[in-house]
């Protein structure tokens, strides 16, 4: 909207249209995932130069109970979660059409590609 229709602002009492473009800009990895409307680093296909799915791990802890008779002591905590992982290896390279085609993708749905 910004780009092909601009935003009026007022410079020394005149009306004006002004248009921007974004040319470069400098952004930590969930930041940038949100400008580039792309899949987040800790998502499938989220890494922005290869076709790498990667997979997530577990990083749940199960501890072993110090005390497996007594009821009250056997209850440890359990940490639950996971992280997406990118193991290395020769995957394609994304290619300037390709990212082109999923960022106009992208635009039309809203959503990332
Ligand atoms: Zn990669």
Do not use: W
Not at 52 to 59: L, Q
Not at 63 to 73: E, Q, R, V
Request: proline residues 9%.
């Amino acid at each position: 909207m910004f780009v092909e229709e601009g935003f009026p602002i007022t410079v020394e009492g005149r009306r004006e249209i002004s248009k921007g473009i974004l040319l470069t800009a400098t952004a930590d990895t969930p930041a940038k995932a949100e400008m580039q409307n792309f899949t987040h680093h800790n998502g499938f296909f989220g890494c922005s130069f290869c076709l790498n799915a990667g997979h997530n791990v577990s990083t749940e802890i199960k501890k072993t109970p110090k005390n497996p008779g007594d009821p009250k002591k056997s209850k440890q905590p359990k940490k639950k979660g996971s992280v997406h992982v990118y193991p290395p290896g020769k995957f394609p390279q994304r290619t300037k059409g390709e990212t082109l085609a999923d960022a106009a993708a992208a635009f039309k749905s809203g959503h990332p590609v």
